[in-house]
């Protein structure tokens, strides 16, 4: 399966933009890239994907580099509610039959 | 987005029992569902992966006899943990995906062996 590579922690001051960065040097044309974020003791919640351009929605933006080979999340304004374990997943395979394949992900810290 | 449910939220069972955790897709059918545990602080592991009116397929390292799973409609799939024991207590999330790929994730069921 392709890997992620991301720092395990981060600290954010509140209200301040936060960009977590992923590493997937290994990803191949059609993996899409997913954020997905776990607050403690609760089910990971989507934030947002993409394949090759950058996105936008309302929890995030996530810009893809170029040569696709990294990637990064950025929360515009980091709230304490933002604190949490944000993974960065390759999603291998089609949208109907590809897998999500947890790392480790980056515990963001914020403080107020 | 979609809504996902688990149940029970949290079980605690006594070592040789069997246990068994619901998943249901609340608002939309899933084509596919999914089966994680989580150790404290570490990451998700897939289990397996269910489709409806098929046998599961699991992940290397997953016995299938132990933790047996049922994908009994497009809403509803059941992890049964047999036989349990202490080494099995953990987080278990499932997972439920639409026709378009999105992937949607439970609340968890925290899992106690004594």
């Known amino acids: 399966d392709a890997k992620t590579t991301q720092p395990n922690s981060m600290e954010s001051n509140e209200e301040e933009p936060v960009h977590l960065p992923c590493n997937h040097s290994?990803?191949?044309?059609?993996?899409?890239i997913h954020w997905y974020r776990q607050l403690p003791s609760q089910g990971p919640e989507y934030v947002i994907h993409g394949l090759t351009s950058n996105v936008n929605n309302r929890m995030a933006s996530l810009a893809i580099a170029e040569d696709r080979k990294s990637s990064t999340l950025i929360l515009h304004r980091a709230t304490l509610r933002d604190a949490a374990v944000y993974y960065c997943i390759l999603r291998v395979g089609s949208s109907n039959t590809g897998k999500l394949i947890f790392g480790q992900g980056t515990t963001l810290q914020v403080k107020p | 987005g979609a809504v996902v449910s688990q149940h029970p939220s949290r079980v605690i069972c006594k070592s040789g029992t069997s246990v068994k955790i619901e998943c249901r897709s609340l608002d939309f059918q899933a084509t596919t569902m999914f089966w994680y545990r989580q150790f404290p602080k570490k990451s998700l592991m897939l289990m397996a992966t269910s489709n409806e009116g098929s046998k599961a397929t699991y992940e290397q390292g997953v016995e299938k006899d132990k933790f047996l799973i049922n994908h009994a409609s497009l809403t509803l799939s059941t992890l049964t943990v047999t036989s349990a024991h202490p080494e099995d207590s953990s987080f278990y999330i499932c997972?439920?995906?639409?026709?378009?790929?999105?992937?949607?994730f439970g609340p968890g069921t925290r899992l106690t062996v004594t």
């Open positions: 290994t990803i191949s044309g059609t993996d899409y």
């Open positions: 997972s439920a995906r639409v026709m378009r790929g999105e992937q949607y």
